[in-house]
């Protein structure tokens, strides 16, 4: 029977795991050449280790961690309750549930294997979530500059309750953001709707303008046609190239074929700047007025080129004060003008809710822009009122808006200038089921005692996807899309 020094011998606090490392580290450096001595000791700082006890011999590289076990090498994370280590060869191995952290990204399964010195391994089952997306794999190959999963399930929702799926034979991850997946198909439920054989997703900054997907073939990344319907142009077919680059922002040619009008093609150079989404755009494209401005008609626009800047909507000052615009420079034309000129125009919508914790809300809104043209001719909009919106228990919600609008000067574009009328803006909504509500969207122009437009629909939500059916009255246009929800529906 071994001694009661002998037990303890085996056994020691994280304290002591570190001492021993250090003194292993040491033996081992005495014995080796100068030049790799200084190898090994820059391998060997990058290892972090700690535990609650640890079993074997430090001298010879081999231990076993127990409880509470992490182990840090060169910016990579290994937690489990139970791992062994062999230094000498760098295995690092765990069978039970370990969590593994790179770089901000976090897979947990089982069935670890690592060599820290060559950088790669493997994760069996293994979960994690990355750019608001849930993911799931069953076997997780670990390389020095990706990670490479198999037989994947991806939802924007936890999987285990999630109205749809996104699977991939394979899917790659890159350091520098970019997703690719082979073999995609995307189900709703349990049936397969749609399937296409590779599909790149490429995050730009906050997920913002530089974001980009398609196929991909080297570096650069198609759009497959795709079908839609304009209002103005009438049926449409979309497709596109684009080249990611490394900082985020992409370039990339985007072409819509329109029935009605025929091409519309543009180079657009999407970048992404924090909380803004800057594009550089040239070429023709049809362009409508933001804001409280949402049902006037698109114009048909050249870029020569023109710089944009939006801002999505934030919330200041705990949220009462919601603010979102834009900022736009450089050369247009339009079909009236005979050739291209100078144009800045900026655009801000604001709402400051005054009683938030009031179930009948009340707000201060707002809808202002200005547009600056050659000589320095100036047009400028500033629209101003009120809105009260009601909530009638969990199934009705009713919202009323008066807009006063006055406006200063010309502009040469008729894609700035706006209808400048006293407004009524009505919405309301009732759900008539759980997962099922009908909607109403109104435009009342009150100094032509007319309606602008009318919208009536519905839509019928699950937990991670919405279907929308609406006829807009004025144009006599039906609209149906689908869209996909984050978990905390958004």
Known sequence: MASHKEKSAGRTSPRRIWLSVLIATAIALASMPANAQEAAAGAESLLNISADNFEGDAEQGAMSLRGNVKIEYGGMLMESGAMDLNRETGDVSAEGDVSVTREGLEFKGCGFKYNYKTGEGSLKSASARMEGMYFFSGNVAIANESVAMSDVSASTCPLDASDYTIKAKRVELSQDGRAKFNKISFHFKDRRVMSWPSYTMRPGGRGGAGASSGVEYGNWIFSPPSLGYSDIGGAEIRSGVARARAKGDTVGLYTNYYFREGFFTEARWQIPAGDFNATLRFGKQFKENRGYFKYSSPETVWNSPTAELRMPQKAYRGARLLVDGGIEAGMLKEDHLDKAQGRAHANVNAKYILNPKQKIKHALISDARLGIYKGWERY??????????????????????????????????????????????????????????????????????????????????????????????????????????GPEGR
């Open 380 to 485: 400028r909009v500033i629209g101003s009122g009120l809105e009260t919106s009601f909530v009638f228990g969990e199934r009705r919600n009713f919202r009323i808006q008066y807009l006063m609008f006055n406006h200063n000067g010309e502009t040469p574009f008729n894609s700035d200038t706006v209808n400048t009328n006293n407004k009524l803006f009505l919405y309301a909504d009732h759900k008539i089921s759980k997962r099922t509500s009908l909607i109403a969207d109104v435009q009342y122009d009150d100094d032509l005692k007319k309606f602008d437009e009318v919208v009536l629909g519905g839509f019928r939500q699950y937990k991670c996807v919405e279907f929308e059916l609406a006829w807009r009255a004025k144009r006599k246009m039906i609209n149906m899309s689908m869209s996909i929800r």
